[in-house]
């Protein structure tokens, strides 16, 4: 167990319609990192939080949408869905606000769209 | 073009034999490089870290390597088990002051055959 936690660990929903995962990060840490991989490809940097506010944007659609919490944990919300949204999507988590040593990985939502 | 490559991109050995992983990068200045182990549909764990002063690091039969005059990296699995199959993925985490900003390769998809 990394201390970060990814629920719900399957989802498989239909075209068009709205999913939120949720990621609670290790505690102590404030940064929350939000990364998309889908099959057979590279883990795709998407948002970073840090203590609740937006830090760092890489390749995430206007489609998908994040926010950190003030007790830290984060949710990502995918809306409108299309059948290339089908992947792993991974939470980081660290104690800073940048990527330092303590960066540890959560388990993954697979998401399914169908 | 993708600031960290690897190579091979995947590569079949029989148990109990070594290999090595290639990942160069042209991420400079960089903080620290760092190798990750993917198992199938789970979230990467850190294996290795080193910064760039560092030269080698070991985490049991994983030892990494750097050299940062020609940015490469290597990953070497010694007297490989079954376990080690997965993917191993190199990231480096430029010295600069954006936010998650690590650059990943695409990964060496490992598969050990008994």
């Known amino acids: 167990d990394s201390g970060v936690t990814q629920t719900p660990k399957h989802l498989i929903t239909a075209t068009g319609q709205r999913v939120t995962l949720r990621c609670s990060p290790r505690?102590?840490?404030?940064?929350v990192y939000w990364y998309q991989q889908s099959l057979d490809q590279g883990l795709q940097f998407l948002i970073q939080y840090y203590n609740g506010e937006e830090r760092a944007k890489g390749n995430i659609l206007e489609r998908f949408s994040a926010q950190q919490f003030p007790d830290l944990h984060s949710e990502l919300n995918l809306s409108s869905l299309e059948l290339g949204d089908s992947a792993l999507y991974f939470c980081?988590?660290?104690?800073?606000?940048?990527?330092?040593?303590?960066?540890?990985f959560g388990s993954g939502t697979r998401l399914t769209v169908v | 073009k993708n600031q960290v490559e690897q190579s091979p991109q995947s590569l079949i050995i029989l148990e109990g034999k070594n290999c090595t992983l290639q990942c160069n990068y042209t991420v400079s200045p960089f903080s620290n490089l760092r190798w990750y182990k993917q198992d199938t549909g789970r979230g990467p764990v850190s294996l290795t870290i080193m910064t760039f002063s560092e030269n080698t690091k070991s985490n049991g039969r994983y030892t990494a390597t750097l050299d940062a005059d020609t940015k490469q990296s290597s990953l070497h699995i010694t007297a490989s088990q079954l376990s080690d199959s997965a993917s191993y993925i190199c990231?480096?985490?430029?010295?600069?002051?954006?936010?998650?900003?690590?650059?990943f390769g695409a990964g060496t998809q490992v598969v050990v055959t008994p």
């Open positions: 990231v480096v985490s430029p010295r600069t002051d954006s936010w998650g900003k690590l650059q």
């Open positions: 980081a988590s660290s104690v800073s606000d940048r990527d330092g040593y303590g960066y540890t």
């Open positions: 505690s102590g840490d404030l940064s």
